[in-house]
């Protein structure tokens, strides 16, 4: 297992136009979580799944934003009708069950990110 | 509204000398709290977890600290060294997600 991978790592689209990615997690991890970041900001939490269930989803996230975990492994995240203020860091995590509930010293792991420009 | 806040100016060092990140929480209690490094262009790694029941935590060239008197988190780097060098990001989670700070910049000068 080479950790979180992401795809594309770079996408250019138009404004208008629809965008889908792609996050393999960690095998063993059940929770994935989607993140936006723009320069010198925090990750912006999006949505986390646990297995195949959308368990929350940021109220900050129109509903042009949609992802799917469809059989509890790899995740889809999509826009639709993208617009210039989408233009980010769209970084993809998985973990196994939240620190506070088991015993270890253990994170997220992120993936490198998709970087996405809307022109 | 929750919150994690982090010294926004970045911090200029010397090599070999101890870097101290500082973190701290508002409007909520964190669980745990938990320090990545982020280089640019990359997602943030894992360095260190501490639970709120845990005063100190040390990994090699590193040790965070979790007062919940001060509602604060210290994060040290001893010893250090050019590679040392990047954005070190604080999160407070509980059981379910984790609230981000914005990151503070780390140079350490050869």
């Known amino acids: 297992d080479t950790g979180v991978s992401q795809d594309p790592r770079h996408k250019i689209t138009k404004r208008g136009q629809n965008v889908t990615f792609r996050c393999d997690p960690i095998s063993e991890h059940n929770r994935l979580y989607w993140y936006r970041q723009t320069l010198g900001q925090g990750p912006e939490f999006l949505t986390y799944f646990q297995n195949e269930a959308q368990l929350e989803k940021s109220r900050l996230l129109s509903d042009r934003f949609s992802a799917e975990r469809p059989k509890g492994s790899f995740s889809t995240l999509e826009i639709q009708r993208t617009e210039q203020g989408d233009s980010a860091m769209y970084l993809c995590a998985s973990s196994l069950v939240p620190p506070s509930q088991g015993a270890g010293n253990y994170g997220y792991t992120f993936g490198s990110g998709t970087r996405l420009t809307v022109v | 509204s929750q919150k994690i806040e982090q010294n926004s100016e970045a911090l200029n060092i010397q090599e070999g000398k101890t870097a101290t990140l500082t973190c701290n929480y508002t409007?909520?209690?964190?669980?745990?709290l938990q320090w990545y490094r982020q280089d640019p262009g990359r997602g943030p790694v894992f360095l260190l977890l501490?639970?709120?029941n845990e005063k100190e935590k040390r990994k090699e060239r590193l040790k965070v600290t979790f007062d919940t008197t001060l509602k604060q988190s210290l994060f040290h780097i001893t010893a250090s060294q050019p590679a040392d060098s990047a954005t070190y990001l604080c999160?407070?989670?509980?059981?379910?997600?984790?609230?981000w700070g914005l990151g503070t910049s780390l140079a350490v000068n050869p």
């Open positions: 501490i639970r709120e």
């Open positions: 999160a407070g989670g509980n059981n379910r997600k984790l609230i």
């Open positions: 409007n909520y209690s964190p669980a745990y």
